[in-house]
């Protein structure tokens, strides 16, 4: 069973950064998918970005590109969120998901995937 543990959330300011982790446990998964998802108070989960764990390839929503970075460690078997100039609008509880299935063509959709985190709660102050 796969185990997803989020951590690093937390408030910040507007403009500043904030680190998130996703640490996995009982993978048996040799290919899959690990993306990262935001839920605004009141509204849907939506993609934030994504990494394959075979081909470095990385994947980002258009709110976040040139502010966000996905990166792995593979001896951790963990994922981070590297979140810079941060909004208002970025407000909200991030989860981490995992899946093997999902393709290019469906990794920003959160319904890909099997495997969730418990999500860490961000708020960015104005």
């Known amino acids: 069973q796969v185990q997803l543990v989020e951590s690093g959330g937390g408030l910040v300011q507007a403009g500043g950064s904030q680190r998130l982790s996703c640490a996995a446990s009982?993978?048996?998964?040799?290919?899959?998918?690990m993306g990262w998802f935001h839920q605004a108070p009141g509204k849907e989960r939506e993609f934030v970005a994504a990494?394959?764990?075979?081909?470095?390839?990385?994947y980002y929503a258009d709110s976040v590109k040139g502010r966000f970075t996905i990166s792995r460690d593979n001896a951790k078997n963990t994922v981070y969120l590297q979140m810079n100039r941060l909004k208002p609008e970025d407000t909200g509880v991030y989860y981490c998901?995992?899946?093997?299935?999902?393709?290019?063509?469906?990794?920003?959709?959160?319904?890909?995937?099997?495997?969730w985190g418990q999500g860490t709660q961000v708020t960015v102050s104005s």
């Open positions: 998901a995992e899946d093997p299935t999902v393709t290019i063509r469906t990794i920003t959709l959160p319904v890909e995937y099997n495997y």
């Open positions: 009982g993978r048996t998964f040799s290919n899959y998918a």
């Open positions: 990494i394959r764990w075979s081909g470095f390839a990385t």
